[in-house]
């Protein structure tokens, strides 16, 4: 076999299968670290042996062989004790699934809740899936985050070292346990999708690639859980917002807002993805905070038909958020839902009732309050609340619409 070709079958595997094999095998050594050390030097295995001996016709089991391999010589080479049982279940099972499984079980779904387990940081939490079921690198994972790579890089070997020596367990938690760490993953996951929906121009961007990471693990998400409603609704919100990338700014970069955007450019595949996740969501009955952000997104996405956004509808979706989820970004989109729909008065009303301490340096609250008070025919404070909102983006397009002619 030529090389390039065993490196193309070892590209996807490691593309494919990486989250499962680190779960599979961190589940069993209750080490994450020990897990992704092992799993590298079976993949460099593979890189020396396979060009030469062809690609095995159960690759997955030929990686997970060799990593088993390791981990117990480790094992061995430092007399840890502790790990010397679930070694040895590891080497039984590893046999069998080389032997005989057509494939071997499914861990991500463990591994997604010991890196949102209470007693990992909750700064390392998000970063820690993203690397342990993703694969990312430290470098990627902190230019993302805005942190320098050693620092995420410490911040990553403390939350290992403490799944591995604090014994936490590598299973699917009961309820209430379940709610509360479900509800972290889903949040997490959001939290690397707005990261990486930050950087809006340069496709290369570790920030824009973050966005499309969020989304596979949203897809993971859902993969095991099909019944998951809220799973299913951030998945299709998250969809919604990244098929229109490709429109939010024109040929010259100039930013282009929502209501403005040409429909003919947004991912109508992404889209249809959308709805269908959104449709298999609300049959199971239970309204979610992300079902109904995924539905505001919708009826924007809906202008494509009907030429129209309804507004109306969009602002009693916003209610009902507001309810469930009382964030700043939900009742400042409240606000401009009722200003959209013929009350601009009562939607200024709504962000000055915000309190102050939470929107002083949130940039939509300015945006959307520049764009109200224009509105109202109240230009300097408009211009004033604009150089705000500008002041606090760093995307220079959106800082450029934020005070030019365009947002009048």
């Known amino acids: 076999m030529s090389e390039s070709a065993a490196h193309a079958a070892i590209e996807t595997v490691a593309r494919q299968s990486y989250g499962r094999l680190v779960a599979y095998l961190a589940a069993r050594s209750g080490d ?51 790990k010397s049982e679930p070694l040895l279940q590891l080497a039984t099972e590893a046999e069998a699934v080389a032997s005989a499984q057509p494939a071997f079980p499914d861990e991500r779904l463990k591994l ?52 591995r020596d604090a014994a936490i367990p590598f299973r699917v938690p009961d309820p209430p346990e379940w ?18 929906w930050e950087t ?16 596979a693990i949203g897809r993971t998400l859902v993969q095991l859980l099909p019944v998951d409603p809220e799973a299913r609704g951030l998945l ?32 109508w595949p992404m889209i249809d993805e959308a709805e269908e996740h959104l449709r298999t969501a609300a049959a199971l009955r239970r309204m979610g905070r992300y079902q109904l952000e995924a539905a505001i997104q919708s009826l924007h996405a809906h202008r494509a038909a009907t030429g129209v956004i309804d507004w109306p509808q969009i602002a009693l979706l916003y209610e009902g958020l507001v309810r469930l989820a009382p964030t700043i970004g939900a009742q400042v989109g409240r606000a401009v839902a009722l200003a959209e729909s013929g009350d601009a008065p009562a939607g200024l009303a709504a962000l000055d009732a915000l309190p102050a301490s939470r929107a002083a340096n949130y940039q939509p609250w300015w ?23 500008a002041s606090l983006t760093d995307d220079p397009a959106l800082r450029a619409y934020l005070l030019g002619p365009a947002a009048q």
């Open 32 to 82: 994450i670290a020990g897990a992704e050390d092992a799993l590298s030097e079976a993949f460099g295995a593979a890189l020396r042996r396979w060009p030469a001996d062809g690609v095995p016709e159960k690759p997955e089991a030929w990686l997970l062989h060799a990593a088993r391999n390791r981990l117990i010589d480790a094992a061995r080479h430092t007399q840890v004790r502790r």
């Open 112 to 163: 997604l809740f010991v890196c949102a387990h209470p007693a990992i940081d909750p700064a390392a939490r998000t970063p820690l899936m993203l690397q342990a079921v993703l694969g990312l690198d430290a470098a990627r994972i902190a230019s993302a985050f805005l942190v320098s790579p050693a620092a995420m890089g410490q911040r990553l070997v403390r939350a290992k070292t403490k799944v």
């Open 236 to 267: 299709a919100l998250m969809l919604h917002c990244e098929a229109r990338r490709a429109a939010r700014h024109d040929r010259a970069g100039a930013f282009v807002p929502l209501d403005r955007q040409e429909p003919a450019l947004w991912s």
């Open 367 to 389: 945006a959307a309050r520049a764009h109200l008070l224009r509105r109202l025919d109240r230009s300097a404070e408009a211009r004033a609340a604009a150089e705000r909102a």
């Open 179 to 196: 709610d509360e760490r479900v509800s972290f993953v889903l949040a997490a996951i959001y939290a690397a999708y707005t990261a990486g």
């Open 200 to 215: 809006t121009i340069d496709d290369s961007s570790t920030h824009h690639a973050l966005a499309g990471d969020a989304i």
